[in-house]
């Protein structure tokens, strides 16, 4: 029976082309080939991990399971029950105030947060992306927007088509500056602060 070897390469084709593949009735092509692209990316994403990230990843997974709170709780107890001599024929290795355990769940506190912030660092880098993404996305399409919007103006104008003059439609047509936009939000969030600081100082001094 002959067998056929598949290359990395190949089977990364074979999942996009099934990813993008359009065969639900109900949705339109688009919709479902943006459904396959976004999942395609995250499968990326996926495969770019290093070992290192992959066991952060399941570690800070497993901290965050009720399993892993079933298991302490069970841990703790079984401790505690031993070293408090509840256990008939068992002798206390650890007793009272349980020195030893404290020192094991310090030590693995420390470790687990480490693990959380390693997670949480590269699902931050993952997020700024996405949000550049995002950005880049909406800078798009105001700008096909702008252009569309100056363009059925300049096609009613030609046609004679007379309208009742809107300024905010001029306005609308104006292109959108990013950097004067974060000013603008920058400039009134701090005004509200000075506001809010004012309030509160002369709240006080009543």
């Known amino acids: 029976m002959a067998r056929f070897k598949i290359t990395r390469e190949e089977l990364e084709d074979i999942r996009r082309q099934r990813l ?3 065969d639900n009735p109900h949705l339109a092509d688009v919709v479902e080939r943006n459904i396959g692209t976004i999942l395609d990316l995250r499968a990326q994403v996926e495969d770019q991990k290093t070992i290192q990230d992959k066991a952060a990843d399941w570690i800070t997974a497993f901290s965050g399971s009720m399993l892993f709170l079933y298991a302490h709780a069970v841990w703790f107890l079984v ?3 031993i070293n408090l001599g509840w256990v008939p024929g068992v002798r206390a290795f650890d ?3 349980f020195g030893l355990l404290t020192m094991i769940v310090s030590l693995e506190a420390i470790f687990l947060s480490t693990f959380v912030l390693i997670s949480q660092n590269r699902m931050g880098v993952l997020s700024d992306q996405r949000a550049d993404l995002d950005l880049q996305i909406n800078l798009l399409a105001e700008y096909e927007i702008t252009r569309i919007l100056r363009l059925v103006d300049a096609m009613a104008q030609k046609m004679g088509i007379d309208g009742t003059p809107d300024p ?3 306005e609308l047509k104006l292109m959108t500056a990013p950097d004067l936009l974060t000013h603008e939000i920058h400039t009134k969030e701090q005004v509200a602060k000075n506001l809010e600081k004012l309030a509160r100082h002369g709240s006080l001094n009543d």
């Open 79 to 81: 401790w505690i029950a």
């Open 168 to 170: 905010e439609l001029e």
């Open 20 to 22: 993008t593949q359009c």
């Open 95 to 97: 007793p009272f105030p």
